[in-house]
């Protein structure tokens, strides 16, 4: 399975929008980008995911780019409950397995 | 729906003892994960079912670990006998498999291991 790279921790001031890449150099063309987060001491919740088109939900949105390579979730206005691991993962059509890597830890500054 | 129903919550116990935890899915997903967290290894799976039926075991750890699910609405994960080192966090998941990628997975809310 293609692997993702998400930096370890990154900061953001609530009410501001926070910016979470994650390169995927070696995506497939059947390859999904889905991200989950993971708040503490809870089980993961889905965030969102796409293709190839930028996607977005009530949640957040994906901004995927051209060549698929890497893709960033935005968060559009962080507040103190946005405070989480979030996950870039890929999953291939036809696999219904989630692989999880280290993610990036976002911690929200009041 | 009342999502993903793992229990125990929490459950402590003693090294060489026998530990059941225990999944309720979603009704009508026809897939069912199980994974355990640590520190150390992060968020691993260790098996998932579709329609009942085990497709992947390949990261249940040793034979200590067994999973069943005997119908569509539970599913155990069972270890024997126990060991400090399988302290960790179990997480259930469920899913409903539309075939194309998309399928997104619902996870409840894990039961915290501590082997004593």
């Known amino acids: 399975d293609a692997k993702t790279t998400q930096p370890n921790s990154m900061e953001s001031n609530e009410e501001e929008p926070v910016h979470l890449p994650c390169n995927h150099s070696t995506i497939s063309g059947t390859d999904y980008i889905h991200w989950y987060r993971q708040l503490p001491s809870q089980g993961p919740e889905y965030v969102i995911h796409?293709?190839?088109s930028n996607v977005n939900n009530r949640m957040a949105s994906l901004a995927i780019a051209e060549d698929r390579k890497s893709s960033t979730l935005i968060l559009h206005r962080a507040t103190l409950r946005d405070a989480a691991v979030y996950y870039c993962i890929l999953i291939r059509f036809g696999n219904e397995k989630l692989t999880f890597g280290t993610g990036t830890r976002l911690t929200i500054i009041p | 729906d009342a999502g993903v129903i793992q229990s125990p919550r929490h459950e402590v116990t003693e090294m060489g003892q026998e530990v059941t935890l225990r999944c309720k899915p979603i009704?009508?997903?026809?897939?069912l994960f199980w994974y355990r967290q640590t520190m150390m290894r992060g968020l691993e799976l260790l098996i998932y079912f579709n329609n009942n039926v085990p497709i992947d075991d390949s990261g249940m750890p040793e034979d200590r670990f067994s999973a069943k699910m005997p119908n569509a609405s539970f599913s155990t994960l069972k270890i024997q006998p126990s060991e400090p080192r399988d302290s960790a966090v179990y997480f259930c998941?469920?899913?409903?498999?539309?075939?194309?990628?998309?399928?997104?997975?619902?996870f409840g809310p894990g039961t915290r291991l501590l082997v004593l």
């Open positions: 009704s009508g997903h026809d897939y």
């Open positions: 998941a469920s899913s409903y498999n539309r075939g194309q990628g998309e399928e997104t997975q619902y």
């Open positions: 796409g293709l190839t």
